[in-house]
């Protein structure tokens, strides 16, 4: 396979995609979470657990979609007139969100908490299930015609194979964010949400094999590119071992490396979901013809190849940014004057 720089544009594209599914997904796995606090101290422990960090996890989202648009713009076209109602919801979900966190201590009156609490919520449920959703009607394809232009509605999205890699995405999240506020929390709190670690894990067990079986046979296309790249049944390997080292490192008290393997889960999932993808982008359920590929649906190469130089240039400020936050905010959570 010939490295060219739609290829590179394609593995840069995942590895954003990837950044923004482990970052965002434990920020929004804790908004799943939210509602089996027990008391209002419980609540802002959540909240500000993730408060110093949530905004900078979804520069990556934001960061692919610039990405996105400027290498392959016809693919952008096509999944923002596809999606575009899906992609409102998702916009409205991640802005009422951040709202609902900024509003909540506004007042100290039980309604306008409990409102903002359920708010919080159903933002983060909803926002991750369009995440899920969005990946399930890629791996299906979708009605595109030979004018690049999606034909079906909005409810056509809602098929029970991507609805089914949806709940598959709000399990796998909530999840990765029971693990994180394991590491976030102490004392009685923390003992609760050890038992969340299990039930998570076993909601996600349930929902990862189903839907593997379900793409295996619904999705013949899933698994063709693995013949001219074998390397892909090693991170079969790997994510098969991370997912099995989950459990293992909860039963032994090791939740630093469970949230790693968890990390690597989502890290193998993105990959085999870019494996089954390339080289397309969008696929077309109508005639393969009108898929759009990343030879197709690309920058000229001038284009890519200044894109590159400025993302070689901006990327080791956006991790050393993202190093730094994570390292000043390390530690349990302290609810002090000036929290959420």
């Not at 009156?109 to 933002?123: I, L, N, T």
């Not at 909803?126 to 690049?148: E, P, S």
């Not at 923390?190 to 038992?195: D, F, S, V, Y």
Request: hydrophobic share 55%; aromatic share 16%.
């Amino acid at each position: 396979m010939e490295l060219s720089l739609n290829l590179v544009w394609f593995i840069l594209l995942g590895v954003l995609l990837t950044g923004y599914a482990i970052l965002d997904g434990f920020d929004l796995g804790v908004g799943i979470l939210h509602p089996l606090a027990k008391t209002d101290t419980e609540r802002r422990i959540f909240m500000n657990s993730i408060g110093p960090l949530w905004d900078g996890n979804e520069v990556w989202l934001v960061t692919f979609g610039g990405a996105l648009f400027a290498a392959f713009p016809e693919a952008y076209a096509t999944a923002f007139s596809s999606f575009y109602l899906a992609f409102m919801l998702l916009l409205f979900a991640l802005i009422f969100r951040a709202v609902s966190m900024e509003f909540r201590s506004k007042l100290e009156v039980p309604g306008w908490r409990r409102f903002w609490d359920y708010s919080f919520f159903v933002a983060s449920a909803v926002a991750t299930l369009l995440f899920g959703v969005a990946v399930g009607n890629a791996m299906q394809g979708l009605a595109i015609g030979a004018d690049r232009e999606y034909v079906g509605s909005f409810f056509d999205l809602l098929r029970p194979y991507p609805l089914l890699v949806g709940a598959l995405a709000v399990a796998l999240f909530a999840m990765h964010g029971s693990i994180y506020l394991y590491l976030k929390t102490e004392g009685e709190l923390q003992e609760r949400i050890h038992g969340w670690m299990w039930r998570t894990f076993g909601a996600f067990m349930a929902l990862y094999m189903l839907v593997t079986i379900v793409t295996l046979i619904t999705v013949p296309n899933a698994t063709k590119n693995f013949e001219t790249l074998p390397i892909s049944w090693v991170v079969v390997l790997l994510n098969v071992l991370a997912i099995a080292n989950i459990p293992r490192a909860i039963y032994l008290g090791k939740p630093g490396y469970a949230f790693v393997s968890s990390c690597c889960t989502i890290a193998a999932l993105n990959f085999l979901f870019g494996v089954a993808l390339f080289p397309n982008l969008l696929v077309s359920s109508l005639s393969p013809d009108w898929s759009l590929t990343i030879y197709n649906a690309a920058s000229s190469q001038k284009t890519l190849g200044i894109m590159l130089i400025i993302a070689i240039i901006g990327m080791p400020f956006v991790l050393a940014y993202t190093s730094v936050i994570y390292w000043v905010f390390r530690g349990k959570v302290q609810i002090g004057k000036f929290s959420y």
